[in-house]
């Protein structure tokens, strides 16, 4: 891991009239970039090709003459061939020269080789680099190792498919689409095989992520996605904040929920196994009674990543769990850096942040306030790692 003092280092070189804020070009950037822009920040976007145009085109930013936005958020983009050339010495030479603050999402953790995040990426990450590979399922100290800790609920996890004896998830990555998942459901282990070979027949999972996958007692229930802000720097208020919920729209999961029994049991074999794809997100509240138990889960998740992960969680961080009969909350997956659906907090806010901050306060606006904040009491290398 590199060592914190050395990103200082680098930091305390930087302009602080020219800092700028960067993230690639996926997930959750035009959140990050349009925080950044309602907080007068320049924005840098490092995009991959083929995958650009939203942010060179579509979302480019325009200012005038003064310098203030009027359309877009997004003030430059850098097109390289793969999103893991962020990590040449060449593209860190960039983002160090144009004074980068770099905000990791999932695509950064995911498309980048994580041991070079951890030991070669000398740029100031906003938010806790030593937590990134915790979102690995396969890792020994993963979030599951966290929760446990934190003696957070996390759905129980069964060894043997053949101990199946209700309905489980197995959690696997897509063989053809790497980055996404090729979850499936089974009730019983002759479900399990049945499922899993009509699957590894469709080229939709392998047999090594089969045999690697995690299967987990199925939480029958609503989800939702909780988007928390920690503030190291916050000495008046508390330091954990809850942004905003989401919940997702999973393909083709959602299309097989809005069909009729009937219809469902017409589909071809090929169809009947619905995929899990996350294609978007939308806006969600919570009964204001099951607040306390949510805020519980955030000061131990923190607590936890403080005495095992030190320096501990920084900035956003999502909880996303499935809430049961009984109003209890599992927490089947945590994101320690912005989630994939702060996008919907994006411009307007969230209901939650918005009430806080008496303002509209979307995650990507609050991880840009709390960069100003820190600049205007110097206490922004707390922030980075």
């Known amino acids: 891991m590199i060592d914190r003092e050395a990103i200082v280092e680098i930091l305390e070189r930087y302009h602080p009239s020219g800092i ?54 997004v003030d430059d983009a850098i097109v390289l061939e793969k999103f893991r050339d962020v990590l040449s010495e060449k593209m860190q030479a960039e983002l160090r020269d144009r004074n980068a603050i770099f905000v990791p999402n999932r695509s950064f953790t995911s498309y980048c080789d994580l041991d070079a995040i ?22 020994a100290k993963s979030y599951y190792w966290i929760l446990e800790k934190a ?3 996390a759905p129980e996890k069964i060894d043997d498919p053949r101990e199946i004896d209700g309905l489980a ?32 027949k469709r080229n939709v999972i392998s047999k090594e992520d089969l045999a690697a996958a ?109 809430v049961d009969a009984d109003l209890k909350f599992w927490v089947y997956d945590v994101a320690p850096r912005i989630g994939g659906g702060t996008n ?3 411009s307007t806010g969230h209901p939650y942040g918005n009430a806080l901050w008496r303002r509209p306060m979307s995650t990507g606006r609050r991880i840009a306030m709390e960069i100003r904040r820190s600049m205007e009491t110097g206490r922004l290398a707390e922030l980075v790692t």
């Open 214 to 322: 995690r299967i987990e007692r199925y939480i029958i229930g609503p989800i939702f996605n909780f988007d928390f802000f920690y503030s190291p720097i916050e000495d008046e208020g508390e330091k954990i904040e809850l942004l905003g919920i989401d919940w997702r729209f999973e393909t083709s999961l959602d299309g097989h929920v809005r069909l009729p029994a009937d219809q469902q049991l017409s589909l071809t074999e090929a169809q009947r196994i619905p995929e899990y794809v996350v294609v978007g997100h939308n806006a969600s509240t919570l009964r204001e009674s099951s607040l306390k138990e949510v805020f519980d889960m955030a000061e131990r998740y923190v607590a936890a990543t403080q005495k095992h992960f030190a320096p501990g969680i920084i900035g956003p961080f999502t909880l996303q769990t499935a």
């Open 118 to 139: 951890e030991d070669a990426f000398h740029v100031p990450l906003f938010g806790s680099r030593n937590l990134l590979r915790t979102e690995e399922r396969e890792e």
């Open 20 to 73: 700028r804020i960067a993230t690639i070009g996926s997930h959750s950037a035009l959140d990050v970039c349009d925080g950044a822009v309602e907080e007068g920040f320049r924005t840098f976007v490092v995009c991959e090709r083929g995958r650009e145009t939203p942010y060179t085109r579509y979302f480019r930013g325009r200012r005038d003459p003064d310098g203030r936005p009027v359309r877009g958020m």
């Open 151 to 153: 003696k957070l609920p």
């Open 344 to 346: 919907i907090h994006m």
């Open 169 to 200: 998830i197995v959690k696997l990555h897509h063989k053809t689409k790497k980055l996404e998942r090729g979850f499936f459901t089974a009730a019983t282990y002759k479900e399990f095989k049945e499922k899993s070979d009509a699957l590894l």
